[in-house]
C-alpha cells in the first residue's frame, strides 16, 4: 500500500474514541484519508457503497478497517462475519480496537478473521504509539486486487 494515499474507516460509536483516534493518527504525521462511522450497519453501507456512502469521490474505498468490537445496532463481531461472507471485502486489513480483554471476544474476532485485536490504552501516549505501529506495518502489507 502507498503510504499516505490509502483510506481508512474508523468503526466507532464513542465520538472520543473517534476523535483519538484522529488526533493519534496526526501526532504521528499520517496523513491518509480518515473515514468514521459509528457502528456496524454504518460500516457496511459505507464498505457497500449504500446511500449515503455511494459517492466513492467523498466517501473513498477503505484500505484498512480499525474498527471497535462492542456498538450499538450492530457491533465488530457481525461486521467481521458480514466481511467474511464478502470475497471482495475480507481481503481489507482489519483491526479490531476494543476495550474488551475476554479471551472469547478475542477467539471469536480471530476466528472471524480479525487480521489483529488490540486493547485500547489507557492513555493517549501509548494509542499514539499503538497507531504508528500498526499504520507502519500496513503501509508495507500487500493484499490481492479483487477486481479482476
Excluded at 110 to 115: D, E, K, P, S
Aim: aromatic letters at 10%.
Amino acid at each position: 500500500m502507498e503510504k499516505a494515499s490509502f483510506t481508512i474507516l474508523i468503526v466507532e460509536d464513542d465520538p472520543n474514541d473517534v476523535l483519538f483516534l484522529k488526533r493519534a493518527l496526526r501526532k504521528n504525521d499520517i496523513n491518509n484519508p480518515v473515514q468514521a462511522v459509528s457502528d456496524g450497519a454504518e460500516a457496511i453501507a459505507y464498505l457497500s457503497g449504500d446511500t449515503p456512502y455511494s459517492n466513492r469521490q467523498v466517501y473513498p474505498f477503505p484500505e484498512v478497517i480499525i474498527m471497535d468490537l462492542k456498538m450499538p445496532r450492530m457491533g465488530g463481531l457481525e461486521v467481521l462475519e458480514w466481511l467474511r461472507a464478502h470475497p471482495q471485502f475480507r481481503v481489507i486489513p482489519t483491526l479490531v480496537l476494543s476495550s474488551s480483554k475476554l479471551n472469547s471476544d478475542i477467539a471469536k474476532a480471530y476466528g472471524l478473521g480479525a487480521n489483529s485485536y488490540m486493547v485500547k490504552p489507557a492513555n493517549f501516549d501509548d494509542l499514539q504509539r499503538m497507531i504508528r505501529v500498526a499504520h507502519e506495518y500496513w503501509t508495507f502489507c500487500m493484499k490481492p486486487d479483487t477486481t479482476d
